[in-house]
């Protein structure tokens, strides 16, 4: 009996200390090469700045952030994540910026009874029927920002337009989401093929038809090269140009003065007029010294929502339902503003219109010129499982 409960004292004593040493690691991928690199290095600056923001430790714990590149490529952003989750254990993972690639990479994060925390790409497919209980969006999904510009154009009253954008997941979600709230007429619905540098063809046909706007979608290197050969064709000036996730600051840097006057739906910019933000930015800029983008935003979003859920679970993973349940109940506070989870795990949110112009020291900026959509909810939320458990 008593060598009983000494074994079982002595268990406790070790078991004690495993419990105050618990890390938590996560794993990070991003596109940090390829065409893509800057948007994938944004998010992972702001990432990381948002783990320093709570002492270098999520939840009050050791933190270890395993970064890995998915290159642009599906395949590869597959094996990094199955890599992560099989023989480094990580609990969570976060950071893709490419939608195709998430697709990719998210089954071997949830099969291994992993969580995803997107913190760019907000494919469709994981919004509706695809939905999961271990997947969250803490940036958006993919369709809500061009409806959100849907709706400004219809404000203007334009009737005819002409709408343009890569061939992959996004550039469809980006697609089907304008077309889901504008209520005029598309004229031409041109893919170009992903990565696409040279648009002299693309934009040898557009001055050929009649349009009273055009809508692109042309993130990171592409959207530089598109802007600034729109302008040097002189379209600029004479076709009105509205976009998404194209001119922000990951991009306007390379596009320059083309860039100027250019109007643009979102969720966050730079000039957001609240404290947290305001912080956010002038910490970013003293790190990085640059101006932050929206991937860096929702970099360090997610990394202060990781932190804020595992304290709620008092400073542990238990599991993934217990994390899950933590990222749905915690009272986060976001850089943004207005946020929180709907029940597919997509944010509601708040939406502004953004105009390119200078500040003050002459550099190009997104400033907020009014709000087009309040506590916003994505069109996939009904088809998903998780909403009819959960009303």
């Given at each position: 009996?008593?060598?009983?409960?000494?074994?079982?004292?002595?268990?406790?004593?070790?078991?004690?200390?495993?419990?105050?040493?618990q890390?938590?690691?996560?794993?990070?991928?991003?596109?940090?090469?390829?065409?893509?690199?800057?948007?994938?290095?944004?998010?992972?600056?702001?990432?990381?700045?948002?783990?320093?923001?709570?002492?270098?430790?999520?939840?009050?714990?050791?933190?270890?952030?395993?970064?890995?590149?998915?290159?642009?490529?599906?395949?590869?952003?597959?094996?990094?994540?199955q890599?992560?989750?099989?023989?480094?254990?990580?609990?969570?993972?976060?950071?893709?910026?490419?939608?195709?690639?998430?697709?990719?990479?998210?089954p071997?994060?949830?099969?291994?009874?992993?969580?995803?925390?997107?913190?760019?790409?907000?494919?469709?497919?994981?919004?509706?029927?695809?939905?999961?209980?271990?997947?969250?969006?803490?940036?958006?999904?993919?369709?809500?920002v061009?409806?959100?510009?849907?709706?400004?154009?219809?404000?203007?009253?334009?009737?005819?337009?002409?709408?343009?954008?890569?061939?992959?997941?996004?550039?469809?979600?980006?697609?089907?989401?304008?077309?889901?709230t504008?209520?005029?007429?598309?004229?031409?619905e041109?893919?170009?093929?992903?990565?696409?540098?040279?648009?002299?063809?693309?934009?040898?046909?557009?001055?050929?038809?009649?349009?009273?706007?055009?809508?692109?979608?042309?993130?990171?290197?592409?959207?530089?090269?598109?802007?600034?050969?729109?302008?040097?064709?002189?379209?600029?000036?004479?076709?009105?140009?509205?976009?998404?996730?194209?001119?922000?600051?990951?991009?306007?840097?390379?596009?320059?003065?083309?860039?100027?006057g250019?109007e643009?739906?979102?969720?966050?910019?730079?000039?957001?007029?609240?404290?947290?933000?305001?912080?956010?930015?002038?910490?970013?800029?003293?790190?990085?010294?640059?101006?932050?983008s929206?991937?860096?935003?929702?970099?360090?979003?997610?990394?202060?929502?990781?932190?804020?859920?595992?304290?709620?679970?008092?400073?542990q993973?238990?599991?993934?339902?217990?994390?899950?349940?933590?990222?749905?109940?915690?009272?986060?506070?976001?850089?943004?503003?207005?946020?929180?989870?709907d029940?597919?795990?997509?944010?509601?949110?708040?939406?502004?219109?953004l105009?390119?112009?200078?500040?003050?020291?002459?550099?190009?900026?997104?400033?907020?010129?009014?709000?087009?959509?309040?506590?916003?909810?994505?069109?996939?939320?009904?088809?998903?499982?998780?909403?009819?458990?959960?009303?």
């Amino acid at each position: 009996m008593l060598k009983s409960l000494g074994a079982a004292i002595l268990g406790l004593a070790l078991a004690q200390p495993m419990a105050q040493a618990q890390e938590i690691k996560v794993g990070f991928i991003a596109s940090l090469s390829g065409s893509q690199a800057t948007l994938g290095r944004d998010l992972l600056d702001g990432f990381q700045l948002g783990v320093e923001s709570v002492g270098g430790k999520l939840g009050g714990l050791p933190t270890e952030v395993l970064v890995r590149d998915d290159q642009g490529k599906p395949d590869a952003g597959a094996q990094a994540a199955q890599k992560l989750v099989e023989r480094d254990r990580v609990s969570i993972v976060t950071g893709i910026n490419l939608s195709n690639v998430l697709l990719a990479a998210v089954p071997r994060v949830l099969d291994a009874d992993g969580i995803y925390l997107s913190i760019n790409a907000g494919p469709s497919e994981l919004a509706g029927k695809g939905c999961n209980s271990h997947f969250f969006s803490v940036a958006h999904q993919n369709d809500t920002v061009p409806e959100t510009m849907g709706i400004h154009l219809n404000d203007l009253g334009i009737k005819n337009l002409y709408v343009m954008a890569p061939n992959f997941a996004a550039g469809k979600d980006m697609i089907a989401g304008l077309k889901r709230t504008f209520k005029g007429n598309i004229v031409a619905e041109i893919y170009t093929q992903f990565g696409q540098l040279d648009y002299s063809a693309e934009l040898a046909k557009l001055r050929s038809v009649e349009t009273d706007a055009l809508f692109v979608f042309y993130p990171g290197g592409m959207g530089v090269n598109f802007f600034k050969q729109l302008d040097q064709a002189g379209l600029k000036g004479k076709i009105p140009v509205y976009t998404v996730f194209s001119t922000d600051q990951d991009t306007l840097p390379g596009i320059g003065d083309a860039a100027l006057g250019l109007e643009s739906t979102a969720y966050w910019s730079e000039n957001l007029d609240n404290p947290l933000n305001k912080q956010f930015v002038q910490d970013f800029e003293k790190t990085y010294k640059r101006i932050p983008s929206p991937r860096a935003a929702m970099g360090y979003d997610g990394a202060r929502l990781i932190d804020a859920a595992l304290k709620q679970n008092g400073g542990q993973f238990k599991s993934a339902d217990e994390f899950a349940k933590a990222l749905h109940s915690v009272d986060f506070k976001s850089i943004r503003g207005n946020f929180k989870f709907d029940s597919n795990n997509f944010p509601i949110q708040d939406y502004y219109l953004l105009k390119v112009e200078k500040d003050d020291q002459g550099r190009l900026v997104n400033k907020v010129i009014k709000t087009i959509a309040t506590d916003y909810a994505d069109s996939y939320v009904g088809q998903c499982k998780l909403s009819k458990a959960k009303s």
